[in-house]
């Protein structure tokens, strides 16, 4: 008979992450037992336990492992060379879009951390919105030097809009139905981009 590989440490790190990314968004942290994350990894809670000290250790590990899923080196590229702050709005909204719609786990888990008000709600929130804050802080800085945009405050301005690209692509399924028709958040952003960018345009 064939003997059984051993599963590696670091293997089974990685399982127990998936598998607790899948319940935490599932069922929010509250209702994430050790219990629960147990018998989806099919190992004891001792087991468990001896790869994370504590629930809230596995949470932030799955937290980490989401946010090494979203990479914005590309944009960050794209970004550095444009002058037209309308682009650059439409070049950060299309990339959050993206990364809510391929990775869902992450708007979840927000949801989730906002209506258990859990302590954890501003690292998801850092982990999904701060990459695109710091990218467009820089911009609206760079064209703000080059007297290309208002003299607005680069930090507030670009927090503003990734909290509003945020809630729309989040609103994706709220949005369905209203007056009796579907308005997607791509069609949102649409609309609303031009206006912000004639905020900011001199």
């Known amino acids: 008979m064939a003997r059984k590989k051993r599963v590696t440490g670091t293997i089974r790190r990685r399982q127990i992450i998936e598998k607790a990314t899948g319940l935490f968004s599932q069922l929010g942290f509250e209702r994430t037992t050790t219990a629960h994350l147990a018998a989806a990894c099919k190992i004891s809670e001792p087991g468990l336990y001896r790869y994370f ?3 809230e250790k596995l949470y932030s590990e799955v937290l980490k492992s989401l946010a090494e ?11 550095e060379t ?7 709005l439409y ?8 990364a809510y719609t391929s990775h869902t786990e992450l708007y979840r888990l927000l949801l989730f951390c906002s209506l258990e008000g859990h302590p954890m709600t501003k690292k998801v929130l850092e982990i999904i919105r701060l990459p695109y804050i710091n990218i467009l802080n820089r911009a609206l800085a760079r064209l703000k030097r080059k007297n290309l945009i208002k003299p607005v405050n680069p930090l507030i301005t670009a927090g503003c809009f990734t ?10 399924n709220l949005w369905k139905g209203m007056q009796g028709r579907e308005i997607k958040p791509e069609k949102t952003l649409k609309n609303t981009i031009p206006i ?3 905020g900011l345009k001199k």
């Not at 444009?82 to 650059?88: A, G, M, Y």
């Not at 070049?91 to 993206?98: C, D, R, V, Y």
């Not at 909290?163 to 994706?172: H, I, K, N, S, V």
């Open 196 to 198: 912000f960018a004639r």
């Open 53 to 55: 000290p504590s629930k």
């Open 69 to 79: 899923k979203i990479d914005t080196s590309e944009l960050e590229r794209e970004i």
């Open 163 to 172: 909290g509003m690209a945020t809630e729309c692509a989040l609103g994706a």
């Open 82 to 88: 444009q002058n037209d702050v309308e682009k650059i």
């Open 91 to 98: 070049s950060i909204s299309k990339h959050l879009l993206n």
